[in-house]
C-alpha cells in the first residue's frame, strides 16, 4: 500500500476512521458520522479491561499468591491508595476506586494498540481482499481509538457527569445550585449576590466544561501525536531504492528510531492512563468540597 501513495497521501490514508460516510470527515464536529472502528477496538479493549479484572478476582486466594494475583493486587492497593487519600467519602470511593481502576486499564490496553506497526492493519486489510482500494469495506481504518477524539472526550463527558452527579448528590441539589450562583465570588448584600450571580454562574460553567474538555484533549493529545510520529518514522522506508549506502542508512535509521520510540512510547501509554485515573479521582474528591 506504502508504494502507491506519497508520503503526504500516505499519512492522511492513516488519519482516517473507517466511518459511516465511507471517507475523511470534512467538519470537525459531525454528530451524524459514526467511526466503526473506534467503537470496535475501545469495545473489544474494555471487555478485555473487564475479563482482566475478572480473572484476577476469580484466581484470588488466601493460599500463596501467583505472579498475575500479586500483580492484580498491586494495581488495586494503588488505586485505593490514591482514592483515599483523594475522595472524602468512604461511601463514594468503594464506587470511586473501581472506576478509577477500570478507567486506567481501559486506557492503557486501547493505547497499546499505538504498539502495533501502523502498516500491519492495513497491510493485512489489504492481503484480505476487505482494504486493497478506495471503496472497499475496510480501505480506511485505524485501530487506536484514544487518536479518535471521539474516544477520549466521550469518556471526559462520562466524569463531568460523575461531578455533577456526586456534587447533587452530596451537597443535595438546593446546595449544589446554590454554589453555582454563589461561588467563587460572595457577596453580603443581597443587591450584591444578585449582581455577582450571573458572572459566578458563567465562571463555574466555563470550570466544568474546561475541566472536561482538558481531560479529553489531553489524552487525544498525546496519543495522536505518538502515532503520527510513528507514521512519519514508517515514511523513511519510501526512501528506499536498492541495496544502496543510503537506503541501507536509512533502513537501520528507521528500525533504529521505530525501536526508540517504541520504547519511550510504553512511558506514555501508562503515564496517560494514570493521569486520566488520578484526575477523575480528584475531580470526583473536588465534587465534595464545600459540604
Known amino acids: 500500500m506504502a508504494a502507491e501513495l506519497t508520503p503526504s497521501s500516505y499519512i492522511q490514508h492513516h488519519?482516517?476512521?473507517?466511518?459511516?460516510?465511507?471517507?475523511?470527515?470534512?467538519?470537525?464536529?459531525?454528530?451524524?458520522?459514526?467511526?466503526?472502528?473506534?467503537?470496535?477496538?475501545?469495545?473489544l479493549m474494555g471487555l478485555l479491561a473487564l475479563w482482566f479484572m475478572w480473572s484476577g478476582a476469580r484466581k484470588a486466594s488466601t493460599a500463596v499468591p501467583g505472579r498475575f494475583q500479586m500483580f492484580v493486587e498491586?494495581?488495586?492497593?494503588?488505586?485505593?491508595q490514591q482514592a483515599s487519600s483523594i475522595v472524602p467519602s468512604e461511601e463514594t470511593r468503594r464506587y470511586a476506586a473501581p472506576l478509577a481502576l477500570t478507567v486506567f486499564l481501559w486506557i492503557v490496553f486501547m493505547n497499546t494498540l499505538d504498539l502495533i506497526p501502523v502498516d500491519l492493519a492495513p497491510y493485512l486489510l489489504s492481503a484480505s481482499g476487505l482494504g486493497a482500494a478506495e471503496g472497499d469495506p475496510l480501505y480506511y481504518h485505524k485501530i487506536l481509538p484514544t487518536a479518535d477524539l471521539n474516544i477520549p472526550l466521550g469518556m471526559s463527558l462520562g466524569v463531568l457527569l460523575l461531578m455533577l452527579y456526586y456534587g447533587i448528590k452530596v451537597k443535595h441539589f438546593s446546595g449544589f445550585t446554590k454554589g453555582l450562583f454563589t461561588t467563587p465570588f460572595e457577596a453580603s448584600g443581597a443587591l450584591g449576590m444578585i449582581i455577582l450571580a450571573p458572572v459566578n454562574l458563567f465562571l463555574n460553567v466555563v470550570e466544568y466544561v474546561a475541566k472536561a474538555v482538558s481531560l479529553g484533549m489531553r489524552l487525544f493529545g498525546n496519543m495522536f501525536a505518538g502515532e503520527l510520529i510513528f507514521m512519519l518514522i514508517a515514511l523513511l522506508g519510501f526512501s528506499f531504492t536498492g541495496f544502496n549506502v543510503?537506503?541501507?542508512?536509512?533502513?537501520?535509521?528507521?528500525?533504529?528510531?521505530?525501536s526508540i520510540w517504541a520504547?519511550?512510547?510504553?512511558?506514555?501509554?501508562?503515564?496517560?492512563?494514570?493521569?486520566?485515573?488520578?484526575?477523575t479521582l480528584v475531580y470526583i474528591g473536588q465534587a465534595h468540597e464545600g459540604h
Not at 15 to 20: E, I
Open 15 to 43: 488519519l482516517v476512521n473507517n466511518n459511516s460516510i465511507g471517507g475523511p470527515q470534512i467538519n470537525i464536529a459531525d454528530f451524524s458520522v459514526l467511526n466503526y472502528d473506534s467503537m470496535f477496538w475501545s469495545g
Open 246 to 258: 543510503i537506503s541501507l542508512s536509512l533502513g537501520f535509521l528507521h528500525i533504529l528510531a521505530g
Open 263 to 279: 520504547i519511550f512510547h510504553i512511558l506514555i501509554i501508562l503515564l496517560q492512563g494514570f493521569i486520566f485515573m488520578m484526575l
Open 74 to 80: 498491586m494495581l488495586v492497593d494503588m488505586v485505593e
